[in-house]
């Protein structure tokens, strides 16, 4: 059974900057043919996709997100990074990571996902 485990949030102020990391095991492929993405939830929000990367490394964002995250991956490590830089109070939420097996292919909405972390709150204020 896949686990992840998402770590680096935390409280900063407008124009901060936080890395989230997320740390797979479980696997016997490693993450080298997962698609895997971050997702963010606000309270009383639905689930929203942030970025996304397949196992090729092609990455796809929000255009909320875009040009201020970068997200990559270190597949010898298992770990899957989420780099938010310019933070803004709008970006406040628990952030999630989201992994599945598919090589080649590509993975965005919550429905393509199979695993999931317990989620990282960050909080930016003004």
């Known amino acids: 059974q896949v686990q992840l485990v998402e770590s680096g949030g935390g409280s900063v102020q407008t124009g901060g900057s936080l890395r989230l990391s997320c740390a797979a095991s479980?696997?016997?492929?490693?993450?080298?043919?997962?698609?895997m993405a971050w997702f963010r939830q606000a309270p009383g929000e639905g689930r929203e996709t942030i970025a996304s990367?397949?196992?090729?490394?092609?990455?796809s964002y929000a255009e909320s997100v875009k040009g201020r995250f970068t997200i990559s991956k270190d597949n010898a490590a298992n770990t899957l990074y989420l780099q938010m830089n310019s933070l803004k109070p709008e970006d406040t939420a628990m952030y999630y990571c989201?992994?599945?097996?598919?090589?080649?292919?590509?993975?965005?909405?919550?429905?393509?996902?199979?695993?999931w972390g317990q989620g990282t709150q960050v909080t930016v204020s003004s």
């Open positions: 990367i397949n196992n090729l490394g092609l990455t």
């Open positions: 989201a992994a599945v097996v598919r090589s080649g292919g590509f993975c965005y909405t919550y429905a393509d996902f199979a695993y």
């Open positions: 479980g696997s016997t492929y490693g993450i080298s043919l997962y698609c």
